[in-house]
């Protein structure tokens, strides 16, 4: 299969959303190295038929803005993991229909890697298109495509189902939803343009056809590109800086951490797991808290993300110091002395997260939280751990209710002609 | 009162949102005629006591893109009416409590109105701040204030509502649902980014306090600036292009037709009237029309939103050219045709709508389709007769689902030191 190019390619999406004056120069980088992908994010839009053929002579010469972002759906990997976060996401589970079958599933995955790809590259979906996505770019778009537990046994899979996507544990913060949990089929959609991530997720659903129903769909935002004077760590719906000690692709170890490798020789290889949770904020009772009370639940200043151990956002945590009181400066329940990896034997994961907001509870509580995404070579030595950790000690814990959650094997990408999870349904 | 300036202005936000190459120039000439306000435009984000002390010292030094845009809060008119709608939308509604007079509601819109005004220009909210919006810039950030019918009973008002706040007409195409859409009073918020939007919602929702309580809260978006070439009209989740006929800002006509004449001697003077409606998209039914029936159900071609009497997206519709076949171009029941002013004797208003989608419905067809913002000098004379001839005759009805409806007067906007409904509430 195709070898998708490496750290110096995957991170050129990130630089064609920053701020306009370096995407110029982004743009002009993405098509060195994307070469006819890239050329294709030109004919930007894109539909079927007869409205394909008017859109073409209506193509916009060039794009240089958000809509030029342009990230390859064929690789090693599946994109929408090491790339950045988009200003939109869609997370959306299907079940497969009663009586669809491996061949099924299948011929599900071969139409909907096709229609990724296209629609990745700004092209039109074959067949007739709403048109929704006419006008602007690819916008940074991707689709992300993962297998749940129940697939292995709808498909007759059992003996190929991972061990590492056992049942996630029980925790006692847990109140969870399985209507909008789990799932046998898992789609990732993101970009920077709301109109071309919701075509996308359109397109693909109706693409299911008689063959999957989606079981639950959630909407997610991260900020704007350009809203920040510089490309910055992104906030939740707390205020808080969020995502500062993620796993950068530069380190040596990302890829350890985050994929699956590529001598595990199973059909898995290259391949990463998702824990996906909607993750609700009480922010109610997070807003009465005074700024320094809040500051000492995270460990770190509201302001600029700085440890309380001192330095700037990027300056290691110090979780053996202490201030001039005498006491710990880092508090021994604050999330990130809990969440580190030195307190977690090592464990770390990707986090890739969208905030939501989807108005106001019937109690009068903001529905508005985290639709958490974390990515890793296996839960076990990732999520599972941690989390094991931030319920019994995280401070944080107290404004958090974990409201659905789902563990997704998400395969390696594929090269032009394959499809995601070719290796699982056909090996 | 100040005169806000007029309609050279008042298209800046939408030349600030205009593709980045653009922008620098904008911005400039932005800071030019704003004043003040651009400059406290560069005072981004913003939060109360400690960490605003602390944010001002991480300021960055230049916004360029699409935070930069900055609307001004005082002025004529409020904003968010004749300005172009933004990325992201939050409509909401609140009922004022029981107990709550007009003294409360005085309060209220004196709280709501300062905070408004500080955080359009990128400033700090006073008091202690959620920290949300930290970082970006006010990303052409609007906030607007409107009356329902119901607050001029709450608060002893009657004989000062406007006869032109007489409720909509029942419409046969109508299924709403009244816990969905009236109430007492009509907040609507728009940003470029999603996080400033929901920073001001969530500002504005606790500083209602025990004053009034939310009845109902949407969530909408548009196109991000950028995603296309260059500025183009945008489309809604049919794919269709949508607001090509909407009034200028610089047609002779816009004022008189948007706003209450200032000669009125009431309180709406410089006002507007806002019909607010969720309608819903049948979208699976529509996307099974073919693309030449779908364009003559709306009587433009959808690729280009050129009318099918030929030209461009601009051309005015010919609403009496034949075809070759000898039968209209625009069908007699095509959209444009029963919408159009030559339809209604002259009546028109300015859409200003935002797209929603939140999610599947239990019978799997998306939860989609059109918060629909119109705004016109007298509901009688815009929305009323256009709502009628379309309810009876528009081909587009049939996919269509008006699920709630609110009409409220959006006073004039105010000067510094004043907030909006003062003369009402005050008079």
Redesign the interface.
Known sequence: MAERAGQAEKTTPAESRA???E?GMSRRRLLGTAGAVGAAGLV?GG?G???AA??A??T????????AGTVPFHGKHQAGIADPAQ??GHLLAFDLAPGADRRAAAALLRRWSATAAELMAGEAPKG?????A????P?SLTVTFGFGRTFFDRTGLVSKRPVALEPLPVFTADALDAKRGEGDLWVQVGA?????S?HAL?VL??QAGDAA??R????G??????????P?TG?N????IDGTNNPKPADPDFAARVFVPDDSGDWMAGGSYAVVRRIRML?DSW?HL???RQEKVIGR????GAPLSGGTETTPVDLEKFGADGSLAIAGDAHVRVAAPESNRGAAMLRRAF?F????RDD?A?D?GLLFVAWQADPRRGFVPVQRKLDRGDGLSRFLSHESSGLYAVPGGCAPGEYVGQRLLEG
Do not use: C
């Not at 007739?128 to 929704?132: E, L, P, Q, V, Y």
């Not at 639950?216 to 909407?219: E, G, I, K, P, V």
């Not at 719906?237 to 808080?240: A, E, I, P, R, V």
């Not at 907001?357 to 106001?360: F, Q, T």
């Open positions: 701020p306009e004056r995407r930007v539909a038929g007869a409205l008017e859109a002579r209506e916009p010469a060039e794009l240089a803005g958000v809509g200003a939109h007739d298109d709403t048109g929704i006419l006008d602007a770019g916008s920077d343009d709301p109109l071309v919701f359109r659903q109706k129903r989606p639950w769909q959630m909407n935002f991260n900020r704007t590109p350009g809203a920040t004077a510089k910055m906030r719906l707390m205020g808080q922010l807003d005074s700024l320094e200043r509201k302001s600029d905030n907001h989807d108005g106001y009068g903001p508005a």
